[in-house]
Antibody, heavy 115, light 106 residues
Framework: QVQLQQSGAELAKPGSSVKISCKAS????????ISWIKQTTGQGLEYIGY????????NYNEKFKGKATLTVDKSSSTAFMQLSSLTPDDSAVYYC????????WGQGVMVTVSS | DIQMTQSPSFLSATVGDRVTINCKAS??????LNWYQQKLGEAPKRLIY???SLQTGIPSRFSGSGSGTDYTLTISSLQPEDVATYFC????????FGSGTKLEIK
């Protein structure tokens, strides 16, 4: 069955970076792009961007350019998102989702930015 | 960018009630509208895709309708396990989400 397994919760200091992962299984990884979504209580759900899992090409929501960097490792069927120059506003749950219907989502990663 | 306006934000209903949740897009989204259910602490689960196609395994009491800019999720007979937050997602142009509807049982 299709699964997107994300890495564990992160506690980070302001100004630092975190890199979270999304490991796919149960389907051909390169057949679907992976999208990333941010969820907060205040702002709701926001689209960060997506990565072409075959070519590594990316597309970002303007708001997240410079904040998020999407990469992929085809050999392990894993997509990654690095968040840089973290501020408390980056505290959120981050989801990966299979693009092409947005049918399957990872379980989410809670990122907490605090000194 | 396409904006999605979802209503109501909060809904309290009785078991067995017919429940409707609405999403209005700022422009025509050509039926590229999905509905999700999210229970506390869980990942979103897709219920309906492309306006009215029921996801495999989802009970038939869930249905979707709409066109153009106006879309509706209907639960025909509310069950206790339907307590959750529901949101819409348009994927016609970019990706934007509704603000969510928190559904509780009276």
């Amino acid at each position: 069955q299709v699964q997107l397994q994300q890495s564990g919760a992160e506690l980070a200091k302001p100004g630092s970076s975190v890199k979270i992962s999304c490991k796919a299984s149960g389907y051909t990884f390169t057949s679907y792009y992976i999208s990333w979504i941010k969820q907060t209580t205040g702002q709701g759900l926001e689209y960060i961007g997506y990565i072409n899992t075959g070519s590594g090409g990316t597309n970002y929501n303007e708001k997240f350019k410079g904040k998020a960097t999407l990469t992929v490792d085809k050999s392990s069927s894993t997509a990654f998102m690095q968040l840089s120059s973290l501020t408390p506003d980056d505290s959120a749950v981050y989801y990966c989702a299979r693009r092409g219907g947005f049918d399957y989502w990872g379980q989410g990663v809670m990122v907490t930015v605090s000194s | 960018d396409i904006q999605m306006t979802q209503s109501p934000s909060f809904l309290s209903a009785t078991v067995g009630d017919r429940v409707t949740i609405n999403c209005k897009a700022s422009q025509n989204i050509n039926k590229y509208l999905n509905w999700y259910q999210q229970k506390l602490g869980e990942a979103p689960k897709r219920l309906i895709y492309n306006t009215n196609s029921l996801q495999t395994g989802i009970p038939s009491r869930f249905s979707g309708s709409g066109s153009g800019t106006d879309y509706t999720l209907t639960i025909s007979s509310l069950q206790p396990e339907d307590v959750a937050t529901y949101f819409c997602l348009q994927h016609n142009s970019g990706l934007t989400f509704g603000s969510g509807t928190k559904l509780e049982i009276k």
